[in-house]
């Protein structure tokens, strides 16, 4: 399994330009999360998905962002317009449900996004 | 609610010292407790974990014991080494209420030669 593998790497935008983060989930994994990580702010939970659906985007920050999962392989963050504050590692994650518990909870290897 | 709490940092210690970076949670249901490692320009990687009390993960010499009684999942090293440099984050998992890990804020350790 190649494991959750987000793209691109690394991305340097200016403000004002619309950013895509991508991210494919590990293959079965049902459930996808984005989480943002700043040295100011640490880990942030930003919105999360069952089955495509999105089920929590309370820590979405503004209106500026936006998530969508079109396929079970497949799901988008993307900002518009991108500001300074936004530069941050993105993380894409992914997690399956065994009984009651989240299990194989998976995180790429992020998306390091510097807006100038 | 569910949440972590986790020892602040950051920690240096010289190689070979012992580790201990503390860990305690709330859980509203019956808890799984992970620890996870993140090196420097990387995601976050499972370490170890343990799903029911008295339960002692164990990985690359690192270990943590599920106390129930201290509902803590404290992370031990006995010798540690300059590639241990890295931040490590503790997680928990509820079952049947939330869908989500909870992470702690994340401790980082570096260690010197």
């Known amino acids: 399994d190649a494991g959750v593998i987000q793209s691109p790497r690394h991305e340097v935008t200016e403000m004002g330009q619309e950013v895509t983060l991508r991210c494919k989930p590990i293959s079965g994994h049902d459930y996808l999360f984005w989480y943002r990580q700043t040295m100011m702010r640490g880990l942030e939970l930003l919105i999360y998905f069952n089955n495509n659906v999105p089920i929590d985007d309370s820590g979405m920050p503004e209106d500026r962002f936006s998530a969508k999962m079109p396929n079970a392989s497949f799901s988008t963050l993307k900002i518009q317009p991108s500001e300074p504050r936004d530069s941050a590692v993105y993380f894409c994650?992914?997690?399956?449900?065994?009984?009651?518990?989240?299990?194989?909870?998976?995180f790429g290897s992020g998306t390091r996004l510097t807006v100038v | 609610g569910n949440s972590v709490t986790q020892m602040e940092g950051p920690v240096t210690l010289s190689e070979e010292a012992f580790l201990t970076i503390n860990c305690t949670y709330t859980?509203?249901?019956?808890?799984?407790l992970f620890w996870y490692v993140q090196y420097p320009g990387e995601g976050l990687q499972l370490l170890l974990k343990a799903t029911k009390a008295d339960d002692k993960g164990s990985n690359k010499g690192f270990e943590a014991t599920y106390r129930k009684e201290t509902t803590s999942f404290h992370l031990e090293k006995g010798s540690v080494q300059v590639s241990d440099s890295a931040v490590y984050f503790c997680?928990?998992?509820?079952?049947?209420?939330?869908?989500?890990?909870?992470f702690g804020t994340g401790t980082s350790l570096t260690v010197i030669p």
């Open positions: 994650a992914s997690s399956t449900r065994a009984g009651p518990f989240l299990v194989g909870y998976t």
């Open positions: 997680a928990l998992s509820v079952s049947n209420t939330g869908n989500q890990f909870y």
């Open positions: 859980a509203t249901g019956y808890p799984s």
